[in-house]
């Protein structure tokens, strides 16, 4: 059941959840052509309901339903044809809050971190599109705002290499990486386009100092997590993406990212044991506990619906990726 929370509530919910503020908008729900009246309002749940916002450096959550809704039509457009294709929808007067970006943008990856919380520039929109530009380009659009920020992470992981006195086959590696992420972002902005969604990315917010891992066992730790874990379950799942998308286009862009993921993750394991090489025990010991305890809460609703495939599909292949990928490769990265 979803009827309506008291406002005092949501705002004390909002606090504690380390959201900033909250505003008044739409949220709808694809509902079957034949439909003669929406669901009332109290017995939708609001978390059932999506809204159309282009917005990664804050993530935005419906939390109360403030009215009855209303059937509507919804028109996108399908890649590769470009022919469009209308669905009936109810649409409900609601509540959003804006959170701020402390974990609450768990994608794929490499992220660029500062203090723990990850920073991408923000995406302006740069489109005629009409107003029911589909879930599915902003979710492109977003994940080339991530692949963005990733750019940022390989060139302070450089710096980080540098500091340490690594091989130049390490540096050239993770300079490629960087490149790679610059592709990656202009393949996502422009499947964004393709469904009808144009935009700009802004700024980068980097702050005045740049906080770099400076010691070896820093460097081990933080690789384990953002690349060994990651960015290997980023490449599995973007692979077990695009062997089940329909649409040539998409499936391609998704298989060609999986390879280089495949590389960058590859790379993250030859950082770790370098360091951990250079390291003492507390080192090694301090890299097993990240994969031990480290939370693996990917968002995976994002992806399924970039690759227009079942969700169930990407929790199965996180599965195996543990099993079958992670926990053997880690393996191996602590019998050398």
């Known amino acids: 059941m979803g009827g309506a929370k008291n406002p005092l509530l949501v705002a004390i919910l909002a606090a504690l959840s380390g959201c900033t503020d909250s505003f008044e908008g739409q949220g709808c729900m694809i509902v079957p052509a034949d439909t003669a009246a929406c669901p009332a309002r ?11 916002r282009v917005s990664c450096e804050d993530a935005e959550e419906i939390v ?40 609450e943008c768990k994608t794929a990856g490499r992220p660029f971190l500062e203090r723990g919380e990850p920073r991408l520039a923000a995406l302006l929109e740069r489109s005629s599109a009409p107003s029911d530009t589909s879930r599915r380009a902003r979710a492109w659009a977003l994940a080339g705002a991530a692949e963005h920020g990733s750019v940022a992470a390989f060139a302070r992981l ?17 300079q490629r990486a960087g490149l790679d992420e610059v592709r990656h972002a202009e393949t996502c902005w422009e499947l964004a386009r393709h469904f009808g969604l ?18 070896y066992h820093a460097l081990a730790v933080a690789t384990a997590r953002e690349g060994c874990l990651s960015e290997t379950l980023g490449a599995h799942l973007l692979a077990a993406a695009a062997a089940e998308a329909p649409e040539p286009d998409v499936k391609s862009a ?39 305890t480290a939370p693996l809460e990917l968002e995976l609703n994002e992806l399924a619906l970039r690759a227009n495939i079942d969700v169930c599909k990407l929790q199965r292949a ?19």
């Open 64 to 103: 109360e339903i403030n009215g009855e809704g209303a059937l509507t039509e919804q028109t996108r457009q399908l890649v590769p044809s470009q022919q469009s294709v209308t669905e009936t929808a109810c649409c409900y007067p609601v509540t959003i809050v804006r959170h701020d970006v402390n974990g």
């Open 318 to 336: 996180l599965q195996e990726g543990i099993v079958d990928v992670v926990r053997p490769a880690t393996a191996a990265l602590f019998a050398s």
């Open 198 to 215: 144009h935009v700009e990315v802004g700024p980068f917010p980097l702050s005045s100092t740049l906080e770099l891992n400076r010691s």
């Open 254 to 292: 998704l298989a060609r990212m999986a390879l280089e993921e495949a590389e960058h993750a590859a790379l993250a394991y030859r950082i770790v044991a370098w360091a951990c090489s250079r390291a003492d025990a507390n080192t090694r010991a301090a890299v097993r506990t990240v994969f031990d």
């Open 158 to 174: 450089a710096l980080e290499l540098m500091a340490l006195g690594a091989p130049t086959s390490l540096l050239t590696a993770v």
């Open 42 to 52: 109290k017995d939708v749940n609001p978390k059932s309901l999506s809204h159309d």
